[in-house]
């Protein structure tokens, strides 16, 4: 089972940035592609941005386009989301999750096996 531990999360200003990290010490940890997902209360969890296993691709929700972007070192077992221009909408639990599954799906939630304990981002305006 792969075991995944986010990081980086706190308080920002709006407009402010925050980077957000997520590793894995799983061996196979390139062959995942991976998500970043957010729930904020009483909202249902949404889909932020995803990377393949390769770094070929990534897939963003069109709410963060030209606003964050994920990368990843497989060399260091970790992805990370560079969170800039926060606005205070994008207060949430962000969850990292994994997936093995070769689908181009990635906004489904139901399509990761394996997911995060969560880090808390919180905007203030």
């Known amino acids: 089972q792969v075991r995944l531990v986010e990081s980086g999360g706190g308080l920002v200003q709006a407009g402010g940035s925050l980077r957000l990290s997520c590793a894995s010490s799983e061996r196979t940890f390139s062959s995942y592609s991976i998500a970043w997902f957010r729930q904020a209360p009483g909202k249902e969890r949404e889909f932020v941005a995803a990377?393949?296993?390769?770094?070929?691709?990534?897939y963003y929700a069109d709410s963060v386009k030209g606003r964050f972007a994920i990368s990843r070192d497989n060399t260091k077992n970790t992805v990370a989301l560079q969170m800039n221009s926060l606005k205070p909408e994008d207060t949430a639990v962000y969850y990292c999750a994994a997936k093995y599954y070769r689908s181009k799906d990635y906004p489904n939630p139901n399509e990761y096996e394996y997911w995060g304990q969560g880090t808390q981002v919180t905007v203030s305006s």
């Open positions: 990377i393949t296993w390769n770094s070929d691709a990534t």
